[in-house]
């Protein structure tokens, strides 16, 4: 049996809507295990842009994911 690997953001299509996978981090804000994660959706690179490629749902705010950060899929 194949270990299992995770999903990246490249992978994702566009309007795909994902958790980032947490990372070891401060536990009071940016990365760590402890806190929650926010929905987020795939967006469409336009050129012009400062590389944000997706977008949190709770309030708008863009982002920038790596093509390689490992996310899970949210399928609602």
Known sequence: ???SKPLT???LEEGA???AFPVDGDDA???GFRQG?????KLRLTK???GE???RCIDGTLITCTPRQEV???LA
């Open 1 to 3: 049996m194949s270990a």
């Open 9 to 11: 953001f490249a992978e």
């Open 17 to 19: 809507k994902f958790i």
């Open 29 to 31: 804000g940016h990365g």
């Open 37 to 41: 994660s926010y929905l987020l959706t």
């Open 48 to 50: 012009g842009k400062k």
């Open 53 to 55: 490629n997706a977008m």
């Open 72 to 74: 899970s899929l949210i």
